[in-house]
């Protein structure tokens, strides 16, 4: 006798349906055949015999197929969706997870205006609004020219989350009686980052005072998605929207004297106050500073603050959060040694003094780091040049966050495309190996491009410093690929192939070619 459960044998059949589904998406032209069975009935991707789509898991799977699929136009995808609605299915499909399904593939396919129609039709029916759901209704608002309806759905949930539940009828005369305690508002970290997600597409320096408020607004603190996203559009509000200020920063010229306070911790209170009356009066404070940021970062997102983030250039302060939080969590990676390598060069740009400067380091070599360390100064105030950005937790660190590579792949693309610090590369890839981290062959393809850049010297003191040497060293970068042998395996590193795609894909960005580019996966 089947034991199976019911739920597992949906679950098998919608499985071995998506399969067949997505072998037919390199077998037919999608919009060719549509076109066909609209016009005739009759269709091989589209046929109803044998009761093909008569379930809801086959149509499901259609469905989620279709939406994936390249030839099949957004317009179709739609069309298929209303006529869907209009056959006599022994099943529903005006439901939240088949909106959500189409709603992703229009943002897949870049159809922002027909993804907000179906958006506003999703919302007219009063369908349930699920965590999934809501997460695709921010991206489409705010790829549709509207991240204040983004703001204001997010904040929709974070008030409903707050708000004290009724008490139940087993509840007690004393417990109805007594005051609920205020819950501070929540909302998953996911939603906020597919905000961010979003809006770095169109203004990345909103993206970034986003990060700056999601705990007072949310009471959330980033994961390691969240941080590769910030990395991602620090990267991109440094790239694209360089302004004076940023300028003079790059020029040394980045002491500024304003420092922040929090006004509604800087008051004074006597000691003697009821505990109660002071736990209203911080929630009291924390309300009126939720509202205040609420109002700032409603602003901001229709404001591009180019490549300032704060007082600071976003690239140089992404990078300081990056390890400072990286260190908090991990301290014992200060005192990882990066490998025998070193610079010929601190940056890849300015080629008039690049040839100076290659034989300045070739006859006086700078002496071996015995104690490599971080760039940071924590007792310096000066570099306290913004708003702090999110709660400080155990020992600074952050409990939710344990980064990726995905992380480090963001990492190492915003201070090599941007020259915050192409320096440290090998560190980064060091601090990867210590934490058990297997870097993907993209992110060492990245790598290897912009220590191509920082390590080769000239060709005729490459040349003449291998013979000197007796032909055995190779140079820095060659020193830098044995590292990485050794590390993953010569079988695990990029070839030419993979190698030059990356260097395409790193001139791309350097130059705003080909639009954003993301260090993790493609959004939506």
């Given at each position: ?7 597992s044998k ?8 998506l ?13 060719a055949?549509?076109?066909?069975f609209v016009?005739t ?8 015999n044998h009761?093909s789509?008569t379930t809801a898991s ?12 390249r ?9 298929f969706?209303?006529?869907s609605?209009a056959q006599?299915f022994p099943f ?8 959500t399904?189409v709603l ?10 027909l993804?907000?129609?179906l958006w506003e039709q999703?919302r007219?029916?009063r369908?349930h609004?699920?965590?999934?759901a809501?997460g695709?209704?921010v991206q489409v608002l705010t ?8 703001l204001?759905?997010i904040d ?5 989350n707050?708000n004290p539940s009724?008490?139940?009828k087993g ?15 929540r909302v ?11 809006l770095d597409e169109s ?9 700056d408020?999601?705990g007072?607004?949310y009471?959330?603190?980033p994961?390691?998605?969240a941080?590769?996203v910030?990395?991602?559009?620090a990267r991109h509000a440094t790239l694209?929207?360089e302004t ?9 010229f980045?002491?500024f ?14 000691h003697?106050?009821?505990?109660a009356e002071l736990?209203?009066a911080v929630t009291?404070s924390l309300d009126?500073?939720r509202?205040?940021?609420?109002e700032q970062l ?7 603050k ?9 690239c140089?302060?992404?990078?300081r959060?990056?390890?400072?939080a ?16 070193r610079?010929v ?6 080629p008039?003094?690049a040839?100076l400067r290659?034989l ?7 002496p071996p780091d ?5 760039d940071?100064d924590?007792d310096?105030e000066s570099q306290?040049?913004s708003?702090?950005?999110l ?6 660190a952050y409990?939710?966050f344990?980064p990726?590579d995905?992380t480090?792949r963001a990492?190492i693309?915003?201070?090599g ?6 320096t440290e590369?090998p560190l980064i ?9 297997t870097?993907r062959t993209r ?13 080769r ?8 410093q291998n ?8 140079g ?6 044995r590292?990485?042998?050794?590390w ?6 990029p070839?030419e192939k ?6 395409r ?10 639009g ?5 996966e493609?959004p939506?």
């Amino acid at each position: 006798m089947d034991q199976t459960p019911p739920e597992s044998k949906n679950t098998v059949k919608y499985l071995s349906r998506l399969v067949h589904e997505n072998a037919q998406r390199a077998q037919f032209d999608a919009d060719a055949e549509w076109f066909q069975f609209v016009k005739t009935g009759h269709s091989l991707r589209f046929s109803n015999n044998h009761g093909s789509t008569t379930t809801a898991s086959a149509w499901a799977a259609r469905l989620l197929s279709l939406s994936r699929t390249r030839s099949f136009s957004p317009k179709n995808l739609v069309a298929f969706f209303d006529w869907s609605h209009a056959q006599s299915f022994p099943f529903r499909t005006h439901t939240t997870l088949s909106y959500t399904i189409v709603l992703r593939g229009l943002l897949l396919k870049g159809a922002y205006a027909l993804a907000l129609d179906l958006w506003e039709q999703y919302r007219s029916l009063r369908l349930h609004l699920d965590l999934v759901a809501l997460g695709v209704g921010v991206q489409v608002l705010t790829r549709a020219g509207h991240p204040v309806r983004a703001l204001a759905l997010i904040d929709d949930l974070a008030n409903s989350n707050a708000n004290p539940s009724s008490p139940s009828k087993g509840a007690t005369h004393r417990h109805i009686l007594r005051k609920p305690k205020p819950k501070r508002p929540r909302v998953p970290v996911s939603i906020v980052t597919h905000f961010m997600r979003a809006l770095d597409e169109s203004n990345p320096s909103a993206a970034l005072r986003v990060w700056d408020h999601m705990g007072t607004l949310y009471n959330v603190t980033p994961d390691a998605r969240a941080f590769t996203v910030m990395l991602d559009a620090a990267r991109h509000a440094t790239l694209g929207g360089e302004t004076f200020k940023g300028a003079l920063q790059e020029l040394g010229f980045s002491k500024f004297p304003f420092r922040w306070r929090l006004p509604f911790l800087s008051h004074h209170r006597d000691h003697d106050d009821e505990p109660a009356e002071l736990a209203t009066a911080v929630t009291e404070s924390l309300d009126r500073a939720r509202r205040r940021t609420y109002e700032q970062l409603e602003q901001s997102l229709v404001v591009n603050k180019g490549d300032m983030w704060g007082n600071e250039r976003a690239c140089r302060r992404a990078h300081r959060l990056f390890k400072e939080a990286l260190l908090a969590s991990w301290p014992l990676l200060a005192e990882v040694r990066p490998p025998p390598t070193r610079a010929v060069r601190t940056s890849s740009h300015d080629p008039a003094t690049a040839p100076l400067r290659d034989l300045k380091h070739f006859l006086m070599p700078p002496p071996p780091d015995s104690d490599p360390k971080l760039d940071i100064d924590f007792d310096d105030e000066s570099q306290d040049l913004s708003p702090p950005t999110l709660p400080i937790h155990l020992r600074g660190a952050y409990p939710s966050f344990s980064p990726d590579d995905a992380t480090f792949r963001a990492e190492i693309l915003l201070v090599g495309t941007t020259g915050t610090a192409p320096t440290e590369i090998p560190l980064i890839l060091a601090w990867m190996r210590a934490l058990g981290l297997t870097p993907r062959t993209r992110t060492l393809a990245y790598a290897l491009v912009f220590w191509a850049e920082m390590s080769r010297s000239s060709p005729l003191l490459e040349r003449f410093q291998n013979s000197r040497g007796g032909g055995g060293g190779g140079g820095e970068y060659v020193t830098f690929v044995r590292w990485l042998e050794e590390w993953v395996g010569v079988g695990n590193l990029p070839d030419e192939k993979e190698v030059g795609e990356a260097v395409r894909r790193v001139e791309a960005m350097r130059q705003g070619r080909s639009g954003q580019s993301y260090s993790g996966e493609s959004p939506p």
